[in-house]
T-cell receptor, first 112, second 117 residues
Framework: KQEVTQIPAALSVPEGENLVLNCSFT??????LQWFRQDPGKGLTSLLL?????REQTSGRLNASLDKSSGRSTLYIAASQPGDSATYLC???????????FGKGTKLTVNP | DTGVSQDPRHKITKRGQNVTFRCDPI?????LYWYRQTLGQGPEFLTY????????KSRLLSDRFSAERPKGSFSTLEIQRTEQGDSAMYLC???????????????FGEGSRLTVL
């Protein structure tokens, strides 16, 4: 059974700092990995998707990497801003499955 | 393209009542998913449709839950005889995943929050 773990559960940083969020998964036979952002009481916004054959994806100040063999992904946020404050969720789709399996998320607070 | 739309956004009901949520996916997305999220947890898979066919249901989806997607367009999720444990955010997502070349990216709506008193 696939399990996704995100560390840390919460992170507080000053504005302008670069930071890394971690995601690990137990079964490396994944189809893709997706990072989402969730604001309080809101739905999920897709940030980046990495296919199983890819190593990284970039969008603006965000960079996500994937090491499938070790079951790890990182989300790097450069020059953090207060508007980046949210919960960041990592999820994987298992090969041959249709289910996204989510971690519990990392709650990020960027202090002005 | 207005994204995935869910209605209502908030529903407060008394235990034992029935509730129904509606999801309108992104047009031309043939796959539609329902997830449930409780406070402090990641979303959990409930069920998914490819066009009008419901292809998989989670064990979380008890007999009190039923989902439909008539004509392969919008979907409804009904909960009968609600219990306090049903209180959660119900999230809908759609995906254009068809064939092997698609990325499988899911696009979520804003969710429907259910509070059972």
């Amino acid at each position: 059974k696939q399990e996704v773990t995100q560390i840390p559960a919460a992170l507080s940083v000053p504005e302008g700092e670069n930071l890394v969020l971690n995601c690990s998964f137990t079964d490396s036979a994944i189809y893709n990995l997706q990072w989402f952002r969730q604001d309080p009481g809101k739905g999920l916004t897709s940030l980046l998707l990495i296919q199983s054959s890819q190593r990284e994806q970039t969008s603006g100040r965000l960079n996500a990497s994937l090491d499938k063999s070790s079951g790890r992904s990182t989300l790097y946020i450069a020059a953090s801003q207060p508007g980046d404050s949210a919960t960041y969720l990592c999820a994987v789709i298992q090969g041959g499955s249709e289910k996204l399996v989510f971690g519990k998320g990392t709650k990020l607070t960027v202090n002005p | 393209d207005t994204g995935v739309s869910q209605d209502p956004r908030h529903k407060i009901t008394k235990r034992g009542q029935n509730v129904t949520f509606r999801c309108d996916p992104i047009s031309e997305h043939n796959r539609l998913y329902w997830y449930r999220q409780t406070l402090g947890q990641g979303p959990e898979f409930l069920t998914y449709f490819q066009n009008e066919a419901q292809l998989e249901k989670s064990r979380l989806l008890s007999d009190r839950f039923s989902a439909e997607r008539p004509k392969g367009s919008f979907s409804t999720l009904e909960i009968q005889r609600t219990e306090q444990g049903d209180s959660a955010m119900y999230l809908c997502a759609s995906s254009p995943r068809t064939g092997t070349s698609n990325t499988g990216e899911l696009f979520f709506g804003e969710g429907s929050r259910l509070t059972v008193l």
